[in-house]
């Protein structure tokens, strides 16, 4: 069984301050884990995924993610956070023998100007 | 090149009625997978179908269906709509890899 714990429903920032997301996970095999974008009453955007090798990946739009086993976590950052980063992020875990995704209830950022 | 496709956009149904959803994958990926995305929470996985045969299905009734065409194209459909099925519906295409590519959905409000 896999699963994925946002913390967080809602995380304001000001403009230009760190943007710190968090997310942990389970799973009962190495997971591939990623993190999504949502814009209103759009669909989901790939803002990074981690698969195998180094474990800090980085993404579109200045964010990345640092895959840390011991801790089961995969929290996204970025430096300095901008208007147009305000909106919904996923959170998720991909293992199994098919290409279940499992998702968090993820985190509304609102950026502050 | 075009993305994942989905129609309708937006769609209106009552109690009881059925409805159909269409899927239409990046040309080359042979995966469809289908989610649910209520309000306010994360998208639950209902289907997976690869090349025109399910590999997984979520925890949904079973008024939830699909199947996958040739042109590897999809239709979720489902029966004796309730209330709760109100909600955003996730079209997802994929090649051989991991990676997931989202349609826009189709916003399904049952009355």
């Known amino acids: 069984a896999q699963s994925v714990t946002q913390l967080g429903s809602h995380v304001s920032v000001s403009e230009g301050a760190l943007v710190l997301l968090r997310c942990n996970y389970s799973s009962s095999v190495p997971p591939y884990l990623f993190w999504y974008v949502q814009y209103p009453n759009q669909g989901l955007q790939l803002l990074l995924k981690y698969t195998t090798g180094a474990t800090l990946v980085k993404g579109i739009n200045g964010f990345e993610a640092e895959f840390k086993k011991s801790e089961t976590s995969f929290h996204l950052t970025k430096p300095s956070a901008h208007m147009s980063d305000a909106a919904e992020y996923f959170c998720?875990?991909?293992?199994?023998?098919?290409?279940?995704?499992?998702f968090g209830t993820g985190t509304k950022l609102q950026v502050i100007p | 090149d075009a993305g994942v496709t989905q129609s309708p956009t937006h769609l209106i149904k009552t109690r009881g009625q059925h409805v159909t959803l269409r899927c239409s994958p990046i040309?080359?990926?042979?995966?469809v997978s289908w989610y649910q995305q209520v309000l306010g929470q994360g998208p639950q996985f209902i289907f997976q179908y690869y090349e025109k045969e399910e590999r997984g299905r979520g925890n949904f009734p079973d008024r939830f269906s699909a199947r996958q065409f040739p042109n590897y194209s999809s239709e979720l459909n489902v029966n004796a709509l309730l209330l709760g099925d109100s909600a955003l519906y996730l079209c997802?295409?994929?090649?051989?890899?991991?990676?997931?590519?989202f349609g826009p959905g189709t916003r399904l409000t049952v009355l």
């Open positions: 998720a875990v991909l293992s199994g023998g098919y290409q279940k995704v499992t």
């Open positions: 997802a295409s994929s090649s051989q890899g991991d990676e997931q590519f």
């Open positions: 040309s080359g990926h042979k995966s």
